[in-house]
Structure formats: structure tokens, C-alpha cells
Nanobody, 117 residues
Framework: QVQLVESGGGLVQAGGSLRLSCVASRIILSSVNMGWYRQAPGKQRELVATAIRDGTIDYADSVKGRFTISRDNAKNTVSLQMNSLKPEDTAVYYC???????????WGQGTQVTVSS
């Protein structure tokens, strides 16, 4: 079965940066859409960014200009570069893959990102 494994989470001060990575196995990355979601305590899960097979990239308004999603189909990886982090970015971040534009059919186990003020 398809597996997505995230890494790169951690604790960072406000204004800092983190880079999340996701390695996909048992799937050809170029055949699916990829995404990053996050869920903060007590809040609903939120779509952060998507990288569509046709090259389209989209971001939630809350992260535009600060986060960058990128995919390397040759290495079967997708990354999320997060700059100018804010305390409200604190959440568990999930790597996802799918066949719709929401890229939500397959989920990784999640990685914790904590931004201190």
C-alpha cells in the first residue's frame, strides 16, 4: 500500500524557518497530486498547500508568501519550506497524496510543528 513518511518538524521561535519533507513509497509521485494539511489543537484540519500534477500550485491565504511547496518526482519526495513562522502555524502537519485537486486520498502519520512566541 502507498506510504507517506514526513520528517522535519520541531520547535522553532516565531520568525524562524522549518523545512518539512515527505517521502512516498509504492506510488509514482508524478501520477498523483500532492498536498500538505495541518491540524491545530481544537481546530479543524486545514489545507495548507497543493502541488498538482499539471504544475499548478496553490496555498491557503494564511501561508501565502511564507510557505513554498515543491515536489521532486525523480526522488518521489515533496517538501514544504516554511519561513516567517508564527505561533498560529503551530499544528501537526500531514503530507497527502490523491487523485482529486484536494490531494486527500492518502495521509502520512503527521509531524509536529511548534512555533514559540
Amino acid at each position: 500500500q502507498v506510504q507517506l513518511v514526513e520528517s522535519g518538524g520541531g520547535l522553532v521561535q516565531a520568525g524562524g524557518s522549518l523545512r518539512l519533507s515527505c517521502v512516498a513509497s509504492r506510488i509514482i509521485l508524478s501520477s498523483v497530486n500532492m498536498g500538505w494539511y495541518r491540524q491545530a489543537p481544537g481546530k479543524q484540519r486545514e489545507l495548507v498547500a497543493t502541488a498538482i500534477r499539471d504544475g499548478t500550485i496553490d496555498y491557503a491565504d494564511s501561508v501565502k508568501g511564507r510557505f513554498t511547496i515543491s515536489r521532486d518526482n525523480a526522488k518521489n519526495t515533496v517538501s514544504l519550506q516554511m519561513n516567517s513562522l508564527k505561533p498560529e502555524d503551530t499544528a501537526v502537519y500531514y503530507c497527502t497524496a490523491g487523485w482529486s485537486r484536494r490531494a486527500s486520498d492518502v495521509w502520512g502519520q503527521g509531524t509536529q510543528v511548534t512555533v514559540s512566541s
